[in-house]
């Protein structure tokens, strides 16, 4: 996988993008991700990259002519159909289920906008699509652009160690994950429940999977709605309305409780 970020802020991306998974993608050679400057791609002098509103009013616009050069540029020894993607709060919210689609694309173009926004003809020529991160307004699209670059190199095959990991985690299969453990046992009074340290894989399956579901239905309920449940879920759920408990969970009265 290959992706181009444009941006007027380079260094914005330097430092995660040389942390953790990210970096050690790049170096496995896994997927490759170049950042351009915006303003390389000006024609002018003094590489201007935003300029007045016409029409009035406060703030100023981004320019549409470097945005088209830089995907022209970008462009030009790309497969037809690399998506353009351009953050902005207007923008479809993103889901795993858009990650996972993105993610199928041998190359991606990001474009960072920022002020009050940009040109609408650079919009409407190069953006296939626009992306929103959540309902929250950021000071521009940079953060929403590692968002997406984050969630879309864990799906490269190879990327992490262990591939069933992205299988069982919240929103894979539309639910929420169960609480998490590990040593001690005991820690200032507050105990590992104690059938997941009975070793009996079938009860530690059966309340992961229902501690999954309470999560869900005591965080977000609409989850289940579009989640795929067995009929052992729907058993668990039934249990579950039968015996409301605290989130998040209190490992000290879990014991006994499958
Ligand atoms: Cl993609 N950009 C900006 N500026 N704000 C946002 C966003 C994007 N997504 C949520 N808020």
Redesign the pocket.
Not at 86 to 89: I, L, M, S, V
């Given at each position: 996988m290959h992706i181009d970020v444009v941006t007027i802020f380079p260094d914005f991306f330097r430092s995660p993008l040389q942390t953790s998974i990210l970096a050690r993608a790049q170096q496995a050679g896994l997927v490759t991700i170049q950042i351009h400057d915006l303003r390389t791609f000006t024609e002018d002098k003094h590489r201007v990259v935003d300029d007045y509103p016409y029409g009035g009013g406060p703030g100023m616009v981004m320019k549409a002519q470097p945005f088209l050069a830089a995907t022209e540029t970008l462009r030009a020894d790309s497969a037809d159909g690399t998506p353009v993607i351009?953050?902005?709060?207007q923008?479809r919210p993103?889901t795993q289920q858009r990650v996972c689609e993105f993610s199928e694309y041998q190359h991606l173009i990001l474009l960072?906008?920022?002020y009050e926004g940009v040109d609408e003809r650079a919009r409407q020529a190069v953006v296939t699509e626009?992306?929103?991160?959540?309902?929250?307004?950021?000071?521009?699209?940079e953060?929403?652009?590692l968002v997406l670059i984050d969630a879309l190199v864990r799906l490269v095959p190879g990327v992490l160690g262990n591939e069933s990991s992205t299988e069982s985690e919240s929103f894979a299969k539309g639910l929420l994950e169960h609480p998490h453990y590990t040593r001690p046992a005991e820690l200032d009074g507050m105990r590992v429940p104690e059938v997941l340290l009975s070793g009996h894989h079938e009860q530690i399956r059966r309340w992961r999977r229902k501690h999954s579901l309470r999560r869900t239905l005591t965080r977000r309920p609409e989850l289940l709605r579009t989640a795929e449940l067995t009929e052992e879920d729907h058993k668990l759920l039934a249990e579950i309305k039968q015996q409301p408990q605290k989130e998040p969970q209190e490992p000290t009265q879990a014991s006994g409780d499958i």
């Open positions: 351009f953050f902005t709060p923008g993103l960072c906008g920022h626009e992306v929103s991160i959540g309902d929250y307004v950021l000071t521009g699209g953060p929403a652009a």
